[in-house]
């Protein structure tokens, strides 16, 4: 196990609404990274946050959104649901924005919207 | 634009066989090569990993083949087995950055008794 856990586990959520997931970071580790990994496919990086501040941002619209905490936990919300937000949501974390690091994942949130 | 291209996609290969995976990049600004293996219903789990001022590095069964000049690096496993069934992705990581892999598409590896 890497320490880092996701919740929920599994989702079911309607066009048009509003989604919150949590992710609880590896302990020591102050920057967590967010993932969408649709079916069949590699991760695709959303946003990462070092310090409670966003660090990197990938190819994802506003409606994508995230927060770090003091103790280094992070959300991601996701406003405006859409189908093609359907996939396995997955959070990384790592010890700093340094070189020497590795990046470990918790075993995701599915979310399915319907 | 993708800018790791990983295959095959899919893989068969007998216990006790070489499973090979391959992966190209094109920026030459990516500084960590790690490759993950997932599981269905789980995430991707840290298998090994490579910088470019190494040509080779073995842990256990699993070793990383990396090409510099070639934008190329690879995945053997060695001794197949079973419970090696999986998806593996490759990835890459810029100069810099702690967490912000781009990954490949992925291979799915199938270990036949």
């Known amino acids: 196990e890497t320490g880092v856990t996701q919740s929920p586990t599994h989702l079911i959520k309607t066009r048009g609404q509003q989604v919150t997931l949590r992710c609880s970071s590896q302990?020591?580790?102050?920057?967590v990274s967010w993932y969408q990994q649709a079916l069949g496919q590699g991760p695709q990086f959303i946003f990462q946050?070092?310090?409670?501040?966003?660090?990197g941002r990938g190819n994802f619209p506003p409606r994508f959104s995230g927060l770090q905490f003091p103790n280094y936990s992070s959300e991601l919300n996701v406003n405006a649901l859409e189908l093609d937000d359907s996939a396995l949501y997955l959070c990384?974390?790592?010890?700093?924005?340094?070189?020497?690091?590795?990046?470990?994942f918790g075993q995701g949130t599915r979310l399915t919207v319907v | 634009q993708q800018q790791v291209k990983q295959s095959p996609q899919s893989l068969i290969v007998q216990k006790g066989g070489i499973s090979i995976i391959n992966c190209a990049y094109e920026?030459?600004?990516?500084?960590?090569f790690p490759w993950y293996q997932q599981f269905p219903g789980k995430g991707p789990a840290l298998l090994i990993a490579?910088?470019?001022?190494?040509s080779e590095k073995k842990e256990g069964r699993f070793t990383i083949s990396f090409n510099k000049s070639a934008k190329q690096f690879s995945l053997h496993i060695m001794d197949s087995q079973p419970g090696d069934s999986a998806t593996y992705f490759c990835a890459a990581r810029l100069s810099g950055t702690a967490s912000k892999l781009t990954f490949g598409t992925g291979t799915r590896l199938q270990v036949t008794l």
């Open positions: 990384a974390s790592s010890l700093s924005t340094g070189r020497n690091t590795e990046a470990f």
């Open positions: 302990s020591g580790h102050n920057t």
């Open positions: 490579i910088r470019p001022d190494v």
């Open positions: 946050y070092y310090r409670e501040e966003e660090n």
């Open positions: 920026n030459t600004a990516f500084d960590y």
